[in-house]
């Protein structure tokens, strides 16, 4: 038996086989081989086969990002017909004998060197361009394009480390629990693991072996560990753990149906937070108010090109009716760091946290930010909706967004295309700069959702993704709590609500003192929802 200690994500304890999976694309070792022209075979398929996914997204995205944005997949496809580089990885294979994919990773890194050199910004642009298209030969050398192959029953998922877009594709009948070695308990793929409700730990460590693939195992959300090889003690123990669990878990089912509201009588709303249409049935399950933040970007990240208006139209509509009548807010775009789609590679950035993500693609890209507010614009006549934008700093990039709204609605008007007139727009404040300005953004929208996990990372510099760094990442630092109390204070001021969608709404421990603030709606995980209800009852 084997017990590896981690941080526990989502609560839950669950028994099965195991079934580990290591990214291959980190594990690239530097080994020589002795057929030389098979691993120049292997290299000449993947080349062929980057070029053809490559046509595809320049075709593909053409109608979202325009011709010139689009180009840069054309580019990519030249480097990857460019003499210079392929001859360079068929010196590596054939003179030292290297495998395919090590001999990518040092053309990659010689180009990139070569690149960066001279003296030229418009020949130093191409690094990301090189190791973009590097890194897509590795995935195809290495079978890790979200290829893994996935277990045909319930078992425990195992890795170095998921990303959200792992998730976004595993078949949830068949996850019973997610355990990674790496990885840190609010980044996305957590953040998903909990709106989906898999019981999750992570930052295991380096034990965690793929020898352990297809072992009998009992992974304990509750206390963050993994157990390997239970034995028949440890075994019985745990399944009576489980049973006290769901039992706990039944008895707050009771409370579905009633109210959030204080001993003192105040009432506050709890939604739920979603990534996708069908989070809502989980959402509906637990008895949530409503939805306080469906992160859209899930929808672009599961898809395997952009999302259409239509397609996207589908979802919220399907989400709006699903919810009858009760608050839907639909966050716009929020790509970047830790989010990212396969056929949308922004250049590589040494802070991506702090970079080209979220309001801000969408605002450089008019085309893409419209596709996606004609769907909800659409959608709007089905509910209750809400729109949401992410990573405000400034008025101006709400006065941008109000443009664009307006030039969308002056096109569905002439199209007579009935959208809601009365639509409230509300930003995410999870920026130290948006706190700071929160008295004048609040006169320029209908309401405020506190994104605690970015603000926190940004007010205490702590990159949020770092595993490391985990034991200083605070959702509740002084310096924190008073940037909430100050976003309340002011959006109060000018009478509009607020509410906390990010991670620290889910703290028990805090939710007394929200309610003392005069938080209007908390909105958690959709496993969270009662629970919070039940602590909200029990407040002053
Ligand atoms: C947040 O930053 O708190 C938030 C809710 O947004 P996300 O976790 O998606 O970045
Ligand atoms: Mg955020």
Known sequence: ????????????????????????????????????????????????????????????????????????????????????????????????????????????????????????????????????????????????????????????????????????????????????????????????AGTMGIPSVVGIGQEMLSIYDGRYAI????????????????????????????????????????????????????????????????????????????????????????PTEEEQFQIYREVLEKMRGRKVIIRTLDLGTDKQASYFRPEKENNPAMGYRAIRISLSQPELFKTQLRALYRASVYGNLDILFPLITSLDEIRHTKMIIKEVTDELDAENIEYRQDLRLGIMIETPAAVMISDKLAKEVD??????????????????????LEAYFNEIHPAVMKMIEMTVNNAHKAGIPVDICGEAAADLGQTQKFIDMGIDALSVSPNMVLPLRKKIRECE
Do not use: W
């Open 447 to 468: 309401f405020f959702s506190i994104g605690t996990n970015d603000l926190t990372q940004f007010t205490l510099a702590i990159d949020r993704q770092n595993p490391k």
């Open 219 to 306: 992974l304990d959300g509750v206390k963050g560990e993994l157990i390997i090889d239970p034995d028949k003690r440890t075994l019985d123990r745990m399944k009576r753990r489980q049973k006290e669990y769901e039992e706990r878990q039944r008895m707050l089912l009771l409370l579905k149906g009633k109210n959030n509201i204080t001993k003192s009588g105040k009432y506050i709303n709890v939604y739920a937070n979603i990534g996708s249409a069908e989070g809502v049935e989980t959402a509906l399950l637990y008895d949530a108010g409503g939805i306080g933040l469906f992160r859209s970007e899930f929808i672009y990240i599961e898809s395997l090109t952009f």
């Open 1 to 192: 038996m084997v017990t590896l200690k981690g941080t526990k994500v989502v609560s839950g304890i669950v028994i099965g086989r195991l079934y580990v999976y290591m990214h291959p694309d980190k594990h690239i070792s530097r080994s020589t081989v002795e057929d030389r022209s098979a691993q120049i075979e292997l290299f000449n398929d993947a080349k062929k086969k980057a070029i053809e996914q490559l046509e595809e997204l320049h075709e593909s995205s053409i109608p979202y990002l325009g011709e010139l944005n689009a180009s840069i997949f054309v580019a990519q496809e030249m480097l990857l017909e460019d003499k210079q580089y392929i001859d360079y990885v068929y010196k590596q294979i054939r003179e030292s004998g290297y495998n395919a994919a090590y001999a990518v990773v040092l053309a990659s890194d010689e180009f990139s060197r070569l690149f960066t050199s001279i003296e030229d910004k418009y020949m130093q642009s191409h690094v990301a361009d090189v190791r973009d298209v590097s890194e897509r030969l590795l995935r195809i050398l290495c079978g890790a394009e979200g290829e893994m192959v996935q277990p045909l029953e319930p078992c425990i998922y195992a890795s170095d480390d998921f990303s959200a877009g792992d998730i976004v594709g595993f078949n949830r009948d068949n996850v019973l629990g997610l355990v990674t070695m790496f990885g840190s308990p609010v980044s996305h793929a957590s953040i998903l």
